[in-house]
């Protein structure tokens, strides 16, 4: 395990102010709550910023080196212009996630879509906005993008998704690498596929190859032995094909402190190891230094989100726990039921009171397993305190659902004691907009 660094659980500007609630980017977050309503996910600009520009002062020493956000971090426009005003190019999965990142002005030649099933119609509108790479998942699609390039008479510039057969320790549900993986091409389908692209599918244009080995990863040692696979296999397919490929994508990964226990490296921890690690392989194997793709998502905006809850309803279990209801949960952030994730929280209206007290905060949705933090020391809690919870800018608003039919919560970024509302609450309306009813059962009811 690394030394603890420059990781930090809370925003960068959270602090309690003078009318001792906590503050975020200059913002009273109680003052926010009463605005907005709860639960609000609130993101700090400031730390978004300065995490974008760690990362590029981190890899500043490596020649060619791209950084792709992972928009399934959290894509909304508002961030995505944000962290594109950072020169970051962005990962993206979806038609929605295309979509969104174009509407917020991103130049697409700096977008790469990874997935493993990616839909005909996915695929027309990256060809048709000009999308920069194709990470190539499988042969199905290699086939599939050939033949949609072709008819609209376009090239795509590709890379091959491979497994490189690295486990990392992580939850099961986020690993990636590990042989049995879903994603990418086996090792030993990665010359079939190289055969396929050079003599049958000529409206691709292959680059280099691809991997991620999952999320949330605290171990550096994981990147070398990555990087090792990707460079030894990059320079196997050129000597094999005769070939020049001088890219590679190492993908995302680079884990948070959600709680005190968390220890991941920093981003410049990461950035030596990958550094020297592609320094050593280079050698080894003989190339060229490749141009690289990396694509953290949560380790650039986890810490720069807080959400806010109201308290409600309490219940002391008869010689049990003490239960604290909010209004929200797994709705809002399903990490924690799904993935055991834990979080940090204090109460935004006294961050500086004695935590006395051993409490589990429940969410408000109709299941056991709704519940949020199952331990957590805080002061004495009343009904309509506000509790903050830490770290939730990745993977919470980018995974809500509208279980219970639930309207989701609205996003306000803060900067500089200015806020801004950049995600809309969803209204009652909202939520019935999509339904339909069949004339037959409208007099029924
Ligand atoms: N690149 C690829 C190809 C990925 O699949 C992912 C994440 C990333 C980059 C970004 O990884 P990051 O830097 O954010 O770790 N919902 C889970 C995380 C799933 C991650 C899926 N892929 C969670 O809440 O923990």
Redesign the pocket.
């Known amino acids: 395990m690394p030394e603890c660094t420059d990781q930090y659980i809370k925003p960068l500007t959270c602090k309690t102010n003078e009318t001792g609630h906590l503050e975020v980017g200059g913002c009273d977050l109680v003052e926010l709550a009463k605005e907005f309503g709860t639960p609000l996910y609130v993101i700090d600009e400031y730390t978004v910023r300065q995490i974008c520009c760690d990362y590029k002062k981190a890899f500043s020493s490596y020649k060619n080196v791209n950084m792709m956000y992972?928009s399934?971090?959290l894509c909304t426009m508002a961030t995505t212009a944000l962290i594109s005003s950072e020169g970051f190019g962005f990962?993206v999965v979806s038609g929605g996630e295309i979509y969104t990142v174009h509407k917020a002005g991103v130049d697409m030649s700096k977008v790469l879509f990874?997935g493993n099933n990616k839909s005909v119609d996915e695929l027309i509108l990256a060809l048709d906005l000009g999308i920069g790479r194709f990470s190539v998942d499988n042969f199905f699609e290699l086939s599939l993008l050939n033949e949609l390039a072709k008819s609209k008479n376009k090239t795509a510039d590709i890379l091959l998704r491979i497994t490189p057969g690295i486990e990392c320790h992580t939850?099961e549900?986020?690993q990636?690498g590990h042989l049995d993986s879903k994603f990418g091409f086996d090792l030993t389908q990665t010359d079939e596929a190289v055969d396929l692209i050079l003599s049958q599918y000529s409206n691709l244009k292959l680059h280099g190859i691809h991997a991620?080995i999952g999320?949330?990863?605290f171990e550096t040692k994981v990147y070398h032995d990555e990087i090792d696979v990707l460079v030894k296999e990059l320079a196997r397919i050129n000597s094999k094909f005769g070939l020049k490929l001088n890219q590679i994508n190492i993908?995302?990964?680079?884990g948070v402190k959600y709680t005190e226990k968390d220890c991941p490296p920093s981003v410049y921890d990461i950035a030596g190891v990958i550094t020297k690690s592609l320094d050593s392989a280079v050698k080894k194997y003989g190339v060229e230094p490749p141009e690289i793709f990396l694509?953290?998502?949560?380790?650039v905006i986890s810490n720069a989100g807080v959400t806010l809850y109201t308290i409600g309803s309490s219940k002391q279990v008869p010689k049990g726990r003490l239960y604290f209801a909010v209004d929200g949960g797994m709705a809002d952030n399903p990490?924690p039921s799904?993935?055991q994730?834990e979080y940090s929280a204090l109460i935004a209206n006294k961050p500086d009171n004695e935590a006395l007290h051993n409490v589990t905060i429940a969410g408000r949705f109709c299941e056991s397993g709704d519940i949020l933090i199952q331990e957590i020391k805080l002061p004495e809690i009343e009904e309509g305190d506000i509790l903050c919870v830490f770290n939730t800018g990745?993977?919470n608003f980018s995974?809500a659902s509208n279980y219970n039919r639930v309207e989701k919560p609205a996003m306000v970024l803060v900067n500089n004691s200015q806020f801004d509302m950049i995600v809309k609450r969803e209204s009652l309306n909202d939520l019935i907009s999509h339904d339909v009813v069949p004339d037959r059962l409208k007099n029924n009811v």
């Open positions: 992972a399934k971090a990962d990874n939850h549900y986020i990636t991620h999320s949330q990863i993908g995302g990964g680079l694509e953290p998502g949560r380790s990490r799904m993935y994730a990745a993977y995974m």
